[in-house]
């Protein structure tokens, strides 16, 4: 039986196994390799491309690299771009074969231009005026503005211009007519000049009370003074001021704005007084104020000056009367001053005294020591004080002790010697008495009225209404005129007597603010008639 011949095995095995296993790492060195070529992009081909760019009206061929982009192949080209130049298309497209650049040269340019403001036209009513009496009030005009255009061009060819800065040069001044629209009040025959405050401006008439103009139009008048001149041709008047440490200012015009301009008096902060004085032609008596932030809005001076000027609007300061002063107890507030008929010596009133000074060397002589009234509040109670036409008696309110009272009584105070005479209890602090014209008896006596304000609830004075009151100078013959029983009353002001008696009625009348209305209230009748409507009336004086 024949063998086979020995065969070993387990070399072979070792070998395939190697060879599975070397199979094996050349398969996943292959998948590897094919993941990895998978993950790296795929690279482009170097090549040139040849794009045409136009530009300052020349078009020029250029090769570049592929996948440049515009702005690279403009400075390839050498072409430089201006700040404002633009291109088709834009800076960062990539470029390919074929294709086209535009280079837009853009500038821009500044020009300033002037244009006509048109004033506006502006109608305004007014209740003064008769019906349909028209009066121009401020002539219109024309402003200017200055407008600088931003234009821009491209390749020298305007696509736009834009206003980029407006400065207005002038100002347009608008042009105001007013309308007279006044309600058909009874017209009456007056003597002298009246002048009233209406809405800050100053009104005059004269003649009849449909005879009115405008003498203040700045519209600014605050109606701290407001005074006419002892002939009327003249208007001494405050307005209000937009400095910050002035109040306001004192001005003099004449009443017929035809006669000259207003002047400028060159004095501020008046308050309480300024006055002309009697006989002396453009001579002022005034007081003044330190201003301040604190309620009343003023530190009183209680001082006493001078001055005159003249038509062409020279001022010249007189020697000062009194220097400024504390002015005795809640001095603060301020004291009143008051021209006697004589044009030599001036009543003073404050809180705590009334009494006299001589214009000429200031000597300040005291009538009548006060109890002042508590307030509790940031304002003073000064008596309301004037002159009787005689030039002997004062007309004032005196305060009855303790100072939380009451009592105001109005007296008649003898100038020379102080005599001190109770004419009408219970009056209330606001009664402002005045007398009358003088009339001349057949004795050769002067005889007057004293018109007041009567207070309808006096024990609450400082709150209540009040009444026209008339009646003789020693108190007698009293009588209510104006207004009615029933109606509510008026606030309180200083009344005003006619010069002279109105020639249809025969008798002296009264001028009085109702509602912020004019009236004129018969002195003897008590017959009321109105004379303005607009509710915007707040001074009146009458020479």
Not at 26 to 45: D, M, R, W
Not at 167 to 179: C, G
Not at 186 to 211: C, F, Q
Not at 454 to 464: D, H, K, N, R
């Amino acid at each position: 039986m024949g063998s086979c011949p020995f065969k070993d095995t387990s070399v072979d095995e070792g070998m395939s196994i190697r060879t599975l296993v070397i199979i094996k790492w050349v398969i996943l060195v292959g998948i590897a390799f094919s993941i990895l070529s998978a993950c790296v992009a795929p690279q482009v081909k170097e090549g040139h491309i040849s794009v045409d760019i136009s530009a300052d009206g020349k078009t020029i061929a250029v090769d570049i690299p592929a996948g440049t982009t515009v702005d690279s192949a403009l400075n390839a080209a050498g072409i430089i771009q201006g700040p404002l130049d633009r291109t088709e298309p834009p800076l960062y497209t990539v470029l390919d074969e074929g294709s086209k650049i535009k280079v837009i040269r853009v500038n821009e340019e500044f020009s300033v231009e002037q244009e006509i403001i048109p004033f506006e036209s502006q109608i305004v009513q007014n209740e003064s005026l008769p019906a349909d009496q028209e009066h121009w009030l401020q002539l219109g005009e024309n402003g200017l503005r200055e407008i600088t255009y931003r234009k821009v061009f491209e390749d020298g060819k305007e696509i736009s211009s834009n206003p980029i800065k407006s400065v207005v040069l002038k100002e347009a001044v608008p042009q105001i007519k007013m309308i007279g629209v006044q309600k058909p009040f009874t017209t009456l025959t007056i003597p002298g000049r009246l002048a009233y405050l209406a809405d800050g401006n100053a009104w005059v008439m004269e003649k009849s009370t449909n005879n009115r103009w405008q003498a203040v139009s700045t519209g600014d008048l605050d109606g701290r003074v407001f005074s006419l001149s002892p002939d009327g041709e003249w208007l001494l008047y405050t307005r209000k001021s937009e400095e910050d440490d002035t109040i306001n200012t004192l001005w003099a015009a004449p009443v017929d704005p035809e006669s000259g301009d207003p002047i400028d008096l060159e004095v501020s902060n008046v308050i309480h007084f300024a006055y002309w004085q009697p006989g002396v032609p453009m001579t002022i008596a005034y007081s003044t104020v330190e201003p301040r932030s604190a309620p009343p809005g003023w530190q009183a001076n209680n001082d006493l000056q001078m001055l005159t000027f003249s038509p062409s609007g020279f001022v010249r300061p007189l020697p000062v009367i009194v220097e400024p002063n504390s002015g005795g107890l809640y001095g603060w507030w301020g004291t009143s001053f008051a021209w006697a008929p004589d044009g030599v010596t001036l009543a003073y009133s404050r809180p705590d005294e009334i009494g006299l000074i001589d214009s000429t060397s200031g000597v300040q002589t005291p009538l009548l020591k006060l109890t002042p009234a508590q307030t509790f509040a940031d304002w003073a109670w000064v008596p309301g004080t004037s002159w009787a036409p005689d030039n002997n008696f004062l007309l004032s309110v005196d305060h009855q002790p303790p100072v939380d009272s009451q009592q105001f009584d109005l007296i008649s105070l003898s100038a020379p010697d102080s005599f001190t005479v109770k004419v009408a209890p219970g009056v209330g602090m606001f009664a402002y008495p005045i007398a009358s014209p003088a009339k001349e008896l057949l004795s050769g006596e002067k005889s007057y009225q004293i018109a007041f304000l009567q207070a309808i609830f006096p024990v609450q004075s400082e709150t209540s209404r009040y009444r026209v009151v008339v009646m003789d100078r020693d108190g007698s013959n009293r009588k209510v005129l104006f207004p009615e029983e029933g109606s509510p009353g008026l606030d309180p002001q200083e009344l005003v007597w006619s010069p002279q008696a109105l020639k249809e009625q025969g008798n002296l009348v009264i001028a009085v603010l109702s509602e912020n209305n004019l009236w004129f209230v018969d002195s003897v009748s008590g017959q009321a008639w109105q004379i303005t409507g607009d509710g915007l009336t707040s001074r009146v004086d009458w020479k």
